[in-house]
């Protein structure tokens, strides 16, 4: 039987468990370090959803790396509004660094596709945007695609491993998928 959880007002069953995540994360991380090894790399966090994401690969980062925190809302229950609101902001310097941008999910985009501009303002030397999972038939913007990610999804909501429904399940180290009403 599938593990199934209740958040919320709904349920969800197991669609990826935590080992084989931290697995891909670590793969990741040592990928980046050999990438980046002489670019003193800034990682800038997307919260609330990238923490747990951020947290496992930042300790498979082996070379200086220094790292800032920024807050982005667009998601209301379980769909996107397409309307993104910076709810905390940078506050380094960026200009002529080399930024990775580190999210939970890319989904339709529509985050980064208004993020990126902004960031670019600010004259970094280059931008990457690595996300932990990526749901490729959902991207609605083109300039909105991850260089990096560990897994591609299909387009279901998901919840766990840092990501939630309602404010709730981003505790759990899986990742779970909806189920039907
Ligand atoms: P996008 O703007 O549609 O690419 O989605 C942006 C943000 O919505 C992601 O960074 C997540 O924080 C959140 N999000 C997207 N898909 C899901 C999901 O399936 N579950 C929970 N949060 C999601
Ligand atoms: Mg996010």
Same mark, same amino acid.
């Given at each position: ?73 667009? @998601?209301?229950?379980? %769909? ?5 609101? =910076?709810?905390? +902001? ?5 200009? #002529? /660094? ?49 260089? @990096?990610?560990?897994? %591609? ?5 998901? =919840?766990?491993? +840092? ?5 709730? #399940? /981003? ?11």
């Amino acid at each position: 039987m599938d593990k199934i959880i209740q958040v919320a007002d709904r349920r969800f069953s197991l669609l990826l468990p935590a080992a084989e995540i931290q697995e891909r994360v670590a793969a990741l991380g040592q990928q980046l370090s050999a990438e980046l090894a002489d670019k003193d790399p800034l990682f800038i966090i997307v919260l609330n959803g990238a923490f747990m994401f951020a947290s496992d690969l930042l300790k498979h980062i082996s070379i200086p790396a220094t790292l800032s925190f920024i807050r982005l809302v667009s @998601y209301q229950g379980t %769909a996107s509004t397409g309307q993104v609101t =910076v709810a905390t +902001g940078l506050q380094e310097d960026i200009r #002529g /660094r080399h930024i990775v941008l580190l999210e939970d999910i890319i989904d339709t985009g529509t985050t980064l596709h208004y993020f990126l501009p902004e960031l670019w303002k600010q004259e970094p030397a280059s931008v990457r945007v690595a996300a932990c999972f990526i749901k490729p038939d959902a991207l609605l913007f083109a300039d909105a695609k991850a260089d @990096y990610s560990c897994m %591609a999804l299909p387009e279901k909501f998901v =919840v766990g491993y +840092g990501m939630d429904y309602q404010g709730y #399940g /981003r505790n759990y180290p899986d990742l779970y998928e909806v189920l039907p009403e």
